[in-house]
């Protein structure tokens, strides 16, 4: 396996303004996952990709190279992952590097660990398009989750009859921290023409996900009260 490790880090946040580098439990946000990368890859394999010269230093403070700024383009609020990927892909293989699985980790994800970038690598496998980390989620549309039908009433997205949602089929989404992506299946086509892919589950605190301000507040009381 060549991996190249992506973590894209713009430096527009409406959300949360200045999000990636504001301080949480000591440290940059950025930071946390610069740290838990560099216990699984090598340094030349991880990148950070950013459009801002303050994030590029704070990233090069923890030792990682940021080779490029990111085009004007590919950092607005508009502006797809898809992009970012090969753009980043594109910039290493004209410098040699031919990676053959893109790893993304999002800074948003400060309780993924080094433990789940292994674990999740350890499912890995050249015939998948990719592998993703999960968590379950608690709107079930077998159960909670409802359509509008062509009359303004609600009907269950999942035609079923559950009294209680443990009875009804599990189902799964992004929770955005890890994404191993074969990189000959992101030539071919974006995300959405992707048939193979495994999933890699997650606890509901490693899952946390920072967007808004109310979610870095939790965040904090995560951090400062050590919740597993």
Request: glycine share 6%; with cysteine.
């Amino acid at each position: 396996m060549q991996p190249l490790v992506l973590i894209p880090a713009r430096g527009g946040s409406k959300g949360v303004p200045h999000k990636n580098i504001k301080v949480l439990a000591g440290k940059p946000l950025l930071g946390h996952t610069i740290m838990e990368a560099q216990k699984v890859f090598k340094y030349e394999q991880i990148v950070v990709s950013t459009d801002s010269p303050e994030i590029k230093s704070v990233a090069e403070n923890f030792g990682i190279k940021v080779p490029f700024l990111r085009p004007t383009n590919l950092a607005k609020d508009t502006s797809g992952s898809y992009g970012v990927i090969m753009h980043c892909i594109g910039f290493f293989e004209k410098k040699g590097y031919h990676a053959d699985v893109l790893v993304l980790l999002q800074p948003t994800s400060p309780f993924r660990k080094a433990n789940h970038i292994r674990e999740c690598l350890e499912l890995y496998t050249p015939n998948l398009d990719m592998v993703v980390s999960v968590k379950e989620t608690k709107a079930n549309p077998y159960f909670n989750l409802f359509e509008e039908n062509n009359k303004g009433y609600l009907e269950k997205s999942k035609k079923a009859d559950y009294e209680r949602r443990q009875d009804a089929p599990k189902v799964w989404e992004y929770n955005g921290a890890i994404y191993l992506i074969n990189v000959d299946s992101l030539k071919k086509g974006n995300f959405s023409s992707f048939k193979k892919i495994k999933k890699y589950v997650m606890g509901e605190i490693p899952s946390f996900d920072i967007d808004t301000q109310l979610d870095w507040e939790i965040a904090k009381q995560i951090a400062e009260n050590n919740i597993k």
